[in-house]
Structure formats: C-alpha cells, structure tokens
C-alpha cells in the first residue's frame, strides 16, 4: 500500500513528451488529500489536471461514518468495491507522475521507510483512477487512487509491510504504454496492464524521514512580549 510518493519535478515534466505541464504548483512529497498532477484522457486529446490523493477525500466522507482510506484500491476486487467500481468499469484511468514512492521495511524489527525508484533513476508514472467532484460553481475537482497488485512473490515489493501482511505493489506503467493505458477501451484490456514491474529495473534504499524538530514553549518573558 503506497500512502505517499515524491511527485515528478516541474522541470523534469518534459520527460511526459506527449501530455502538457501542469499550469498550477504542487508540492513535492505527496500524502493522503495532498493536491498532485494528474494525467487523464479527455475526449480525443489528453488533459493535466489537479487532484487530490485519494478516490474519496476526507471532507467528502460524511460525518456520521468512520474515515477510511483509498490512497490505493486493489485490482482484485475493483470492481466490486463502491469507492472504485464506478471509476473503473467507465475506464476513468489516469496515470500518477512520480520520481519515487515510499513503504516500510520491518527487517530491522521495526519500521523503516525506504524510497522505491527505477534502477536509471528517471521519472514514471503509475496507474491510477480519477473520478469527478461536482462543486458549487459547476467547475468540477478531481480526486485519484493508485493502483495496486499482489506482490508475495516478487523479490523487491515482497520485502515491504509487516511480516504477517499480504505485499503489494503500484503498477508502474512504460513511456511506450502511457496512451495505450488511457486509451484502453475494455476493463479486460486495462487488467492486461496491471502488472508487477521487474525487479531488476528498480532500486530501493532506507529513507527514514528526518527528526521533528520539538517545538519549544515560549518563555515567560516571550510570552509577554506577545501580550
């Protein structure tokens, strides 16, 4: 399960040749809610849009029911779920911008966050679903999941999550396979592309985030000072 990433750098955009850059900022680590860009097929042409992480936002989820997750929905089951079904089976895929994504490692005993990027250390992109927000204005939001895969058996993704947890994966998706992924026109041609990326064409690394610096409560003199 990836519940953060490091977005691809505005400068490096142009490594998406066919899809435009983004017109608006985006910050460069990406958490649950965070705005991020996007890239989904509009019509006949492609769009870069602005998009919050997580199919269904924390304000959309009504007060009276507990808040649950969807940074990431399972391939199994996304048909089936409410979250995703919709998105999914109107083939509303996009693909997610990323330099490198984030999980824990329990090797040590304890969790470790480690950075997971390709081996040549260039930019991707990895599968996800969008879906549409109506607002006041008419002028739709848009949020996005990840995508993800089993990935018990592979020799890098498998080492991530606690030991008694199933592995799972993103599905990175190829340059060469970025318009073929929007432009799927079956969900069965869609599953033919949730695959697990070969080992050997990534690297990974500990990356434990730095310490927090403490906050220091303002003295009795500062204190005043502020009255």
């Not at 396979?177 to 697990?196: G, I, N, P, R, V």
Request: aromatic fraction near 14%.
């Amino acid at each position: 399960m990836c519940t953060s990433y490091e977005t691809n750098e505005y400068r490096k955009f142009e490594a998406f040749t066919i899809f435009s850059k983004p017109e608006f900022a985006f910050k460069r680590e990406i958490y649950k809610d965070y705005p991020a860009a996007i890239i989904r097929r509009r019509e006949e042409s492609w769009s870069t849009d602005l998009a919050t992480f997580g199919m269904v936002p924390r304000e959309r989820i009504p007060p009276h029911v507990k808040v649950y997750d969807t940074m990431n929905a399972r391939a199994e089951s996304i048909g089936e779920k409410r979250s995703f079904s919709t998105a999914w089976k109107n083939l509303q895929l996009c693909l997610v911008p990323c330099e490198a994504f984030f999980e824990p490692n329990y090797e040590t005993g304890k969790a470790v966050r480690w950075r997971i990027a390709l081996a040549d250390q260039q930019p991707t992109a990895i599968a996800g679903l969008w879906r549409a927000w109506e607002e006041p204005n008419g002028v739709p939001t848009f949020s996005f999941t990840m995508l993800t895969v089993n990935a018990d058996t592979h020799p890098l993704m498998s080492r991530f999550h606690k030991p008694d947890a199933e592995k799972r994966s993103v599905v990175i998706i190829r340059p060469n396979e970025y318009a073929d992924w929007l432009s799927c026109k079956s969900t069965d041609e869609a599953w033919s592309f949730l695959q697990l990326y070969p080992a050997d064409e990534m690297y990974a690394e500990p990356f434990p985030l730095p310490p927090r610096t403490p906050r220091v409560k303002p003295s009795d003199d500062a204190q005043q000072a502020l009255i």
